[in-house]
T-cell receptor, first 113, second 114 residues
């Protein structure tokens, strides 16, 4: 079964609203989680590295005030897309690591109207 | 900086035939891992096969094998006896030593024809 769970799988929201996506490691503690974004017909691009108990490290070009990442516990990281706009519509996917292994969540497809 | 190159945007293969998906990489780290993932239209990332930079033998997992040529920095995926269900996007990825993220290539869309 899945060892990393992501929720919600699908979300549709109005422009200007905020959306929270959760990434949970189900049976292990993940000190580090990674967030990726994938536009249609493109590859996965790393957005940020989420470390438990500290601020996330964002990749160049990713707005940290727009994509808020919180990793408050060893099993949960959240990505909040603030004031979402249609150009934020994308597939967001997280991954979590434990020694020697890396697992992906199921992904969250965001559509901003 | 690490980089993954997949030069085949799309590939077609006849059912039951073998197909090779190309991947080259670039890194200055002597210790790294190479991965292949399958992504169907649902979006989930399905792990297929892994090759460590120090592994002496090519990795194999069922119908998947990885043709690892370290000197050429290539890690091609070979799928034998293709099935219709193999139609999907395939991503090559690399991870350097430590708690680092995967870096992905642009992907190859494989279409299996009956």
């Amino acid at each position: 079964g899945a060892v990393v769970s992501q929720h919600p799988s699908w979300v549709i929201c109005k422009s200007g609203t905020s959306v929270k996506i959760e990434c949970r490691s189900l049976d292990f503690q993940a000190t580090t989680m990674f967030w990726y974004r994938q536009f249609p017909k493109q590859s996965l691009m790393l957005m940020a590295t989420s470390n438990e108990g500290s601020k996330a490290t964002y990749e160049q070009g990713v707005e940290k005030d727009k994509f808020l990442i919180n990793h408050a516990s060893l099993t949960l990281s959240t990505l909040t897309v603030t004031s979402a706009h249609p150009e934020d519509s994308s597939f967001y996917i997280c991954s979590a690591t434990r020694p020697g292994e890396l697992f992906f969540g199921e992904g969250s497809r965001l559509t901003v109207l | 900086a690490q980089k993954i190159t997949q030069t085949q945007p799309g590939m077609f293969v006849q059912e039951k035939e073998a197909v090779t998906l190309d991947c080259t990489y670039d890194t200055s780290d002597p210790s790294y891992g190479l991965f292949w993932y399958k992504q169907p239209s649902s979006g989930e990332m399905i792990f297929l096969i892994y090759q460590g930079s120090y592994d002496q033998q090519n990795a194999t997992e069922g119908r998947y094998s990885l043709n690892f040529q370290k000197a050429r920095k290539s890690a091609n995926l070979v799928i034998s006896a293709s099935q219709l269900g193999d139609s999907a996007m395939y991503f090559c990825a690399m991870r350097e030593e430590g708690n680092t993220p995967l870096v992905f290539g642009k992907g190859t869309r494989l279409s299996v024809i009956a």
